[in-house]
Nanobody
Framework: QVQLVESGGGLVQAGGSLRLSCAAS????????MGWYRQTPGKQRELVAT???????NYVDSVKGRFTISRDNAKNTVYLQMNSLKPEDTAVYYC???????????WGQGTQVTVSS
């Protein structure tokens, strides 16, 4: 059974930091590109950051320089370090796993991040 379990969300003041974690099980973690999306009510889901199996990263422009995605293959976990948070970062953050040999992605249940001004 595949599980992606996010943690680390919460309420933080603008300028603060949070670290999201996503623990994966039931997949060949090393063979999956991992990433984070976020969604706010009434808006499309937005890709925030990705990290490939080789460690290459990509970020949406709005978080560059503030967020860092990383992975620990020994722990089957991907992280999203979020610094200098802004109210517009408020969203539900979802972890996902994608593999070239699979036609579908796996998703976590989401974790709420709320940034107060």
């Amino acid at each position: 059974q595949v599980q992606l379990v996010e943690s680390g969300g919460g309420l933080v003041q603008a300028g603060g930091s949070l670290r999201l974690s996503c623990a994966a099980s039931g997949i060949a973690f090393n063979s999956n590109t991992m990433g984070w999306y976020r969604q706010t009510p009434g808006k499309q889901r937005e890709l925030v950051a990705t990290i490939t199996t080789g460690g290459s990263t990509n970020y949406v422009d709005s978080v560059k320089g503030r967020f860092t995605i990383s992975r620990d293959n020994a722990k089957n976990t991907v992280y999203l370090q979020m610094n200098s948070l802004k109210p517009e970062d408020t969203a539900v953050y979802y972890c996902y796993a994608r593999a070239s040999y699979r036609s579908y992605d796996y998703w976590g249940q989401g974790t709420q991040v709320t940034v107060s001004s």
